[in-house]
């Protein structure tokens, strides 16, 4: 499946931007669709982290059990909750 022009176009202006500018890009969006992103705190990320390790520990035990479906669900869970942590450690101030 072949990408829009439109999200191609949307990667290389993305490319060109600095982090800062992404940011400041991002929160002015989220302020117009009437959601401002409130600033994070060390226990965010605290409890973020802890999350993937919970996961991580359950994936361990899934996988010795045989249970490969549902590994595979933790391993999606995995990749979400570390785009979470990504996203909170961008917050924190």
């Given at each position: 499946m072949s990408d829009s022009i439109q999200s191609m176009g949307g990667r290389a202006r993305a490319a060109k931007l600095s982090p800062a500018r992404r940011v400041e890009i991002a929160t002015k969006a989220s302020h117009a669709r009437g959601r401002a992103l409130k600033p994070a705190t060390a226990a965010d990320v605290i409890r973020v982290q802890a999350a993937g390790i919970a996961l991580k520990s359950a994936l361990r035990l899934l996988v010795a059990?045989?249970?490969?479906?549902?590994?595979?669900?933790?391993?999606?869970?995995?990749?979400?909750?570390?785009?979470?942590?990504r996203h909170v450690g961008r917050r924190v101030r």
């Open positions: 059990a045989g249970c490969d479906r549902a590994a595979d669900k933790v391993r999606k869970a995995i990749t979400s909750a570390d785009g979470a942590l």
